[in-house]
């Protein structure tokens, strides 16, 4: 038997997401805070003849099992940067929702970096790593990183964030995706309709003091009074059910709601264990998405566990 290496990465939640205007690259500045919650893929890397990519799960017809795929990007990347052939079949199982604004082809590009690095015994440092990551697209440093981090530029320029204990979250993930930079696109729209979407007509983006306050001290209500997305709007208006999602959340307790990154999946903040499992139970029960999952972070990032 050949031998393999699991890697095991999660999802996240951007618990702020602050949009600057419109860069001249296309890009937009972020202060962000990304948040990794206990929602996993697992990228196995084996040799092989040739560079290949296989996707099991629900969903999985939805991810591209070509060389397209970020995470066969990953390993294309960091074998050129090494000299030498990405010879290696990529197994990808997926769990986090696709297309869903919580970063799952980031992350399984994050989990081929590790995986390859370690197979090939390439020893890269954590900053080489993060470097070739931010190259293959902006949240994919996060995912190597885990836990919870303000995220700067394009999102790619992290700092840790302390954090006390862990938060209850539920995820109601939506029938189909959308595209980021569709989101990003209406936001722009959006904005030039009450003025400008230029780095000039919008504020610097910049963290909340009472976000990072909140995190610091494990204060779940606090906490969910500070979520906030600027690409909400965006969002919304792209897909309009996604009202209801939030609505139901909401009213059956959640102490924070938000639509996770560029979305559909909605993120619902909740006290503690038991008020997460009721506000699930109503959200499966109001017909206004696909699936609830149950959750805590902040998790590690992307991690060797096989
Ligand atoms: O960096 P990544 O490839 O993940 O970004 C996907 C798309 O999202 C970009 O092409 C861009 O349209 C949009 N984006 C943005 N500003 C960011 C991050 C992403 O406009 N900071």
């Not at 090494?82 to 919580?102: C, F, N, Q, T, Y």
């Not at 006390?164 to 595209?179: E, K, N, T």
Request: glycine fraction near 14%.
């Amino acid at each position: 038997m050949s031998p393999s290496i699991t890697v095991r990465v999660p999802a996240k939640v951007n618990v702020q997401l602050a949009v600057g205007g419109r860069r001249a690259d296309g890009y937009h500045g972020l202060a962000t805070v990304f948040f990794a919650v206990g929602l996993y893929d697992e990228v196995t890397v084996a040799p092989a003849d040739r560079l290949s990519v296989t996707v099991e799960g629900t969903d999985a017809q939805h991810v591209p099992a070509d060389p397209s795929n970020l995470a066969a990007r990953a390993a294309a990347l960091l074998a050129a940067r090494h000299g030498i052939e990405p010879s290696v079949r990529l197994h990808i199982a997926k769990d986090v929702p696709v297309a869903g604004g919580m970063a799952g082809g980031s992350a399984d590009a994050a989990a081929a970096l590790v995986g390859c690095d370690a197979l090939w015994g390439i020893g890269s440092s954590p900053a080489e790593l993060a470097a070739l990551a931010a190259e293959l697209g902006s949240d994919v440093p996060f995912a190597l990183l885990g836990g919870v981090a303000l995220g700067e530029g394009r999102g790619e320029l992290l700092t840790p964030v302390p954090v006390s204990g862990s938060f209850h979250w539920v995820f109601a993930v939506a029938d189909g995706g959308l595209s980021t930079p569709a989101v990003y696109t209406e936001c722009d729209r959006l904005r030039s309709l009450r003025g400008g979407a230029g780095e000039d007509d919008v504020p610097a983006p910049a963290a909340d003091p009472a976000l990072l306050a909140a995190l610091r001290d494990g204060d779940a209500v606090a906490l969910g009074a500070a979520l906030g997305n600027d690409l909400q709007a965006a969002a919304l208006g792209l897909r309009p059910s996604l009202a209801a999602t939030l609505r139901a959340g909401s009213d059956a307790g959640a102490i924070g709601s938000l639509v996770s990154g560029s979305g559909p999946t909605c993120a619902f903040l909740a006290k503690g264990a038991e008020d997460a499992a009721s506000v699930a139970g109503a959200l499966a029960a109001s017909g206004t998405c696909r699936e609830v999952r149950v959750t805590e972070g902040p998790v590690s990032g992307a991690t060797v566990v096989g």
